[in-house]
């Protein structure tokens, strides 16, 4: 059974800095696309940042402040979100698919998702 389990998030001022972690148990690790997405209040989720088989892909909104990485060793992903915005707000979530995905910010792409950590910042 493939979980995702995002920790790490929390409630920030503007231009602070969070560490997201998204722990996965149950699957290959290094096989999968991963990629971490975010969902504001009445508002679509968005894919924020992807790594698939090396390749990073960011979002533009967020080119230059977010870093994603990922630890296969510890079954682990990561968002490093520095210079954090009030619209940065959001819940974030990792996904998880068993292979390369093309379209690595969609979200119709994967099919394994966390529960998600909230990120609440304040100006």
């Known amino acids: 059974q493939v979980l995702l389990l995002e920790s790490g998030g929390g409630s920030v001022q503007a231009g602070g800095s969070l560490r997201l972690s998204c722990a996965g148990s149950?699957?290959?690790?290094?096989?999968?696309?991963m990629a971490w997405f975010r969902q504001a209040p009445g508002k679509e989720r968005e894919g924020v940042a992807a790594i698939i088989d090396g390749v990073v892909t960011y979002a533009d909104s967020v080119k230059g402040r977010f870093t994603i990485s990922k630890d296969s060793a510890k079954d682990t992903l990561y968002l490093q979100v520095n210079s954090l915005k009030p619209e940065d707000t959001g819940m974030y979530y990792c996904a998880a698919y068993p292979g390369v995905v093309f379209t690595p910010l969609a979200d119709w792409e994967y099919n394994y998702w966390g529960q998600g950590t909230q990120v609440t910042v304040s100006s």
């Open positions: 149950g699957f290959t690790f290094n096989t999968y696309s």
